[in-house]
C-alpha cells in the first residue's frame, strides 16, 4: 500500500536579518498542502507554522533573526 504525500500548497521566500552580525539571508520555505497550512503570505504570517520554523545563520551560527520581508512565489517551479 502506498500513502499519499501531500504536495506543496504555497511557496514562499522570507529575507532574514541575523540578530548578531546583521548578516541579511534569503531562506524559501514550503508550505504542505495539508488543513490549516498557509496559503497566502498573511496566513502565514499570522500562523503558528511560521513561528516553528528554525533559523541558524550561516556567519555566526546565531538562531535569532529578525524577518524582513516575506514574497509568495509560485508553488509550482
Known sequence: MFLEVPT????FTM?????NCHHM?????ES??????PATVDELLE????????FGCAQCDNTI?????VQQQDPTH
Not at 8 to 11: G, K, L, Q, T
Not at 25 to 29: A, D, F, M, P, V
Not at 32 to 37: C, H, K, L, S, V
Open 32 to 37: 504542505p498542502n495539508i488543513e490549516d497550512a
Open 65 to 69: 533573526a529578525t524577518l524582513i520581508s
Open 25 to 29: 539571508t534569503s531562506r524559501t520555505i
Open 8 to 11: 506543496v500548497r504555497a511557496r
Open 47 to 54: 500562523s503558528a507554522w511560521l513561528s516553528r520554523q528554525n
Open 15 to 19: 529575507r532574514l536579518r541575523c540578530h
